[in-house]
């Protein structure tokens, strides 16, 4: 799967969890401009999870802070 | 050389800086003119449910007593004993002049109470998560974990260098999912608790432990809120739910229901001992005094008898959990899995209000909040004690009901 690829199956995945329907390029963050709490986070890390059968470990999750960073490491990941 | 030794920086940000929102939280609290909840004072103890708190005859209905062994005449015994003849402390670590005869007795009363091969006697019970935790799972290692888990298990995975891989709370088929991700031969912990302290609900070990197995991990439980009087002897959830024999590793604490202070570890595992040498929680740190032990090695002795009590101590939790609901209040569990009835407020305002509310009538509870608590709950937990008498739980039913119609919790 390209990264592009990886991009357009996560800009769906994210849809429901961004309620306040902000626009999201690859700096976006996931703190600041989504405020996505503990709690969004895991539901979110685990739809990824499944989606791509990956683990995102913590120690993984803590190098991560923007959309461009999730969409880089969920393509390498993925190991194609 | 004189010119650069006198120059400045300019100043660094104020450290305390990032603590601003915390401490706005507690100011807003204390401004609507509630008692401090996390400033109480114990002035006087008289038994293991009542106490004098900020000035008060109060029952104790959130301390982790459960199987109320801090007055047990054989326990203190055995306590000013080892006092007087061992001194009062060790001024050492284990693994040099702090193993005494009273540590050794502990940790044989350990083995006895869970007929497990081997026992470790940790300073504390978040010292023996921190340590077991952070020296099994290595570089590469995989941590599965509960996202639920106690801050100790959290600290363990920090401190250590193993990938952490956390699951929704008591979810079976998510724990499977990751397991499966692993990749192949990687080394892998499964991390679970008999009892979460924050809501009192049970996890589902015969289901989890099995399907761990299956993976081939190795599976660690803490059993901290269990230990003396859940399973047939008193070992915790995996005894109960007949799966003791696959744990690799029961985690637990003195601070709960042997009344005094310490952790433990156990295990069967035939290399386990080698952890006393390389675990650093273990190591550097000075060891129990001779005094602690000596309490904790006769009221372990003591729970392994301890059927009435655990007996009567299920007896009040379900007294109790089927009066606050019968009085209109929401708790963590539907049925009362162990020792601990969750109530849930509606906010932190009011829990701090009802908290009062209870305090002014003559009861203690913990109040606990984010983050320690899931889904950003505010709760008014309760933990039982075997010594607390069928009356006084109908005397604390009667007090919530009065707390909670003037606070407007109930109607």
């Known amino acids: 799967m390209t990264e592009a690829e990886v991009d357009e199956r996560i800009r769906a995945l994210i849809e429901p969890f961004n309620k306040k329907g902000v626009t999201i390029t690859n700096d976006t963050t996931f703190a600041n401009d989504l405020e996505f709490d503990s709690l969004t986070v895991m539901d979110f890390v685990a739809e990824i999870e499944d989606e791509f059968d990956i683990i995102i470990s913590m120690n993984q999750q803590a190098e991560i802070e923007t959309y461009g960073q999730l969409v880089t490491a969920v393509h390498k990941l993925q190991g194609s | 050389m004189t010119d650069s030794a006198t120059q400045t920086k300019t100043p660094g940000a104020d450290l305390f800086a990032k603590f601003d929102p915390i401490i706005q939280t507690r100011e807003t609290l204390l401004a609507s003119g509630v008692e401090d909840p996390f400033n109480l004072v114990m002035e006087k103890v008289l038994s293991p449910t009542r106490a004098i708190c900020n000035g008060r005859d109060t029952i104790l209905l959130g301390t982790y007593n459960y199987m109320g062994m801090t007055f047990d005449p054989d326990v203190l015994d055995a306590g000013r004993d080892a006092l007087t003849e061992f001194g009062s402390g060790t001024t050492g670590s284990r693994v040099l002049n702090g193993t005494y005869q009273g540590h050794k007795e502990c940790e044989d009363a350990l083995k006895e109470f869970y007929a497990m091969d081997h026992a470790m006697v940790f300073s504390t019970g978040y010292q023996a998560n921190l340590g077991i935790i952070s020296t099994l799972a290595g570089k590469g290692d995989y941590i599965v974990l509960d996202i639920d888990s106690h801050a100790s298990i959290y600290d363990g995975c920090a401190m250590g260098n193993a990938e952490i891989v956390p699951f929704r709370h008591n979810d079976i088929e998510a724990m499977e999912k990751r397991l499966k991700r692993i990749p192949e031969g990687a080394g892998i912990l499964v991390v679970l608790e008999g009892v979460y302290s924050m809501l009192g609900d049970v996890a589902p070990l015969k289901e ?204």
């Open chain 2, 208 to 411: 989890m432990v099995a399907i761990a197995k299956n993976y081939g991990a190795m599976v660690l439980v803490d059993e901290a809120h269990s230990m003396g009087f859940i399973g047939e002897n008193g070992r915790g959830v995996c005894e109960e739910q007949g799966v003791i024999e696959d744990v690799d590793f029961i985690i637990g604490t003195f601070s709960k229901s042997v009344g005094t202070v310490g952790g433990f570890c156990v295990s069967n595992h035939p290399k386990f001992d080698i952890l006393r040498l390389v675990c650093r929680p273990y190591v550097f740190t000075a060891s129990l005094p001779p005094s602690v032990v000596a309490t904790a090695a006769t009221s372990i002795r003591k729970l392994m008898h301890g059927a009435n009590k655990r007996a009567h101590l299920w007896e009040n939790s379900k007294r109790l959990h089927a009066g606050l609901t019968e009085l209109g209040f929401e708790i963590g569990t539907d049925e009362p899995q162990s020792a601990i009835v969750a109530v849930i407020m509606p906010d932190l305002e009011r829990g701090a209000a009802m908290w009062e509310a209870l305090l002014k009538e003559g009861l203690y509870v913990n109040l606990a909040r984010p983050p320690a608590t899931p889904a950003n709950m505010t709760l008014l937990r309760c933990s039982l004690c075997a010594e607390h008498s069928s009356e006084e739980v109908e005397t604390i039913l009667s007090m919530f009901e009065r707390a909670g119609k003037a606070v407007g919790i109930i109607s």
